[in-house]
């Protein structure tokens, strides 16, 4: 049972836009910055937002972060086959003091 | 250019020691606002973060496991080692290792480097 709550699974089309939800509590999400990560089958997972809404160089801005109160949110725009991967949230947990992670969303592209 | 990899037996019987090894280049781990961390994955199933070290040699650990692990570091040769004891099926899962930078208000970038992870059986 993970700490953050996600959907998951997600779909869409090619050039949809798609959001994926992540909800915590006071002591994550609520107190501190959320993280997201892109993971492909086999393959270490990848920062693609960090501090709420903040992109790594070379992420595309197609990918947006948002969060209100104990929720956050993944919005991809524009939907590419390519963006068929596992999105995980991630905040520090200040009653737990460590890292929480969400069970992850399947995102995928119809 | 920052690089991590991990490394250590792919096989382990239950109750047996875990130790791991991240060995990483293009940071220094003594350099201020830079951190270490561990995390897993069992097949299947979502991230699991286990530890982390800060350059001030600073230590965290998951609740959850807490007393079964230990992260120490060896500058000289750039690594940090996880050790987790009393391994069990239950352990059985991709380990990585990951860069963590934090600003000086203690906020961090997130895990911004992935070694490519290493996958532990645990079986009899």
């Known amino acids: 049972q993970s700490v953050l709550t996600q959907p998951p699974s997600a779909s869409g089309t090619p050039g949809q836009r798609v959001t994926i939800s992540c909800s915590g509590s006071?002591?994550?999400?609520?107190?501190?910055?959320v993280y997201w990560y892109q993971q492909f089958p086999g393959t270490a997972p990848k920062l693609l937002i960090y501090?709420?809404?903040q992109r790594p160089s070379g992420v595309p801005d197609r990918f947006s972060g948002s969060k209100t109160g104990t929720s956050a949110s993944l919005a991809i725009s524009g939907l590419r086959s390519e963006d068929e991967a596992d999105y995980y949230c991630?905040?520090?947990?200040?009653?737990?003091?460590?890292?929480?992670f969400g069970g992850g969303t399947k995102l995928t592209v119809l | 250019q920052i690089t991590l990899k991990e490394s250590g037996p792919t096989l382990v019987k239950p109750t047996q020691t875990l130790t791991l090894t991240c060995t990483f280049s293009?940071?220094?781990?003594?350099?201020?606002?830079?951190?270490v961390g561990w995390i897993r994955q069992s097949p299947g199933k979502a991230l699991e973060w286990l530890a982390l070290?800060?350059?001030?040699?600073?230590?965290r650990y998951s609740a959850s496991l807490q007393g079964r692990l230990t992260v120490t570091k060896d500058t000289s040769k750039n690594q940090v080692v996880l050790t987790m004891t009393n391994m069990d099926p239950v352990d059985t899962a991709t380990y990585y290792c990951?860069?963590?930078?934090?600003?000086?208000?203690?906020?961090?970038?997130?895990?911004?480097?992935w070694g490519p992870g290493t996958l532990v059986t645990v079986s009899s």
């Open positions: 990951a860069h963590t930078p934090y600003n000086i208000g203690g906020q961090s970038r997130g895990f911004d480097y």
């Open positions: 991630a905040a520090w947990d200040d009653s737990l003091s460590g890292w929480v």
């Open positions: 501090r709420n809404n």
């Open positions: 293009g940071f220094s781990l003594t350099t201020s606002g830079v951190g």
């Open positions: 070290f800060y350059w001030d040699d600073y230590k």
């Open positions: 006071s002591s994550n999400i609520g107190s501190n910055y």
